[in-house]
């Protein structure tokens, strides 16, 4: 890419972005699935569940709620875990592959 290609580059994710230099962004990969699990017979009431693997540390997390999700998520980015060992009466639940 050309430097005045870069420059543009640049600028586009900073003003995207709120002015920071994607170099400085905190970033993660993880991989996410999120589902509805019916909890009428007819299927009509659900409960939301979802899955949450870093690809990076290989954790896994199940979570019970999208805010579960996202409140893990933002955890992560910021490197301050908010995990639970499978304990009753958590929101979530995460465990390291291997």
Request: aromatic share 4%; no cysteine; charged share 20%.
């Given at each position: 890419m050309s430097s005045a290609a870069e420059?543009?580059?640049k600028t586009r994710d900073e003003e995207d972005l709120g002015g920071e230099?994607?170099?400085k962004r905190d970033s993660g990969?993880?991989?996410l699935r999120v589902w509805r699990e019916p909890t009428s017979p007819n299927g009509?009431?659900?409960v939301v569940r979802c899955y949450m693997k870093n690809l990076k540390?290989?954790?896994e997390c199940y979570m019970?709620?999208?805010g579960a999700?996202?409140?893990q998520l933002l955890a992560e980015l910021e490197r301050k875990p908010t995990r639970s060992s499978g304990t009753a009466g958590t929101d979530e639940s995460c465990r390291?592959?291997?």
């Open positions: 420059e543009m580059a230099p994607s170099a990969s993880f991989l009509t009431e659900g540390t290989g954790e019970t709620s999208a999700l996202a409140s390291r592959e291997g």
